[in-house]
């Protein structure tokens, strides 16, 4: 799923400075979504540190709040988990 590009979209990563988005995908699963080939606005790939936690805006709204994983992808925060299946306090 594609994100309107009518509003511009930023990046929040833990309590640094914003980067604006050229674009970014959303995948949903039955229990899981993630964010996938996150752009900044010059086409580039966006590089995320593996555990970090991200926060993607439109404008003054939240859309996701989520965890960096390996694969440089980001899963949705209510979705992250220990390896015993309990969420994880971070």
Not at 35 to 44: C, E, H, I, K, N
Request: proline share 3%.
């Amino acid at each position: 799923m594609k994100l309107d590009d009518a509003k511009p979209l930023t990046l929040q990563v833990e309590c640094g400075p914003s980067i604006e988005l050229g674009g970014v995908d959303v995948e949903r699963e039955l229990d899981t979504s993630y964010l996938r080939r996150l752009v900044d606005t010059s086409g580039a790939p966006v590089r995320l540190i593996s555990g970090t936690r991200v926060t993607l805006l439109s404008g003054g709204s939240v859309l996701f709040v989520g965890i960096v994983q390996e694969d440089s992808s980001v899963k949705d925060f209510l979705s992250c988990s220990s390896a015993d299946g309990e969420y994880e306090d971070l």
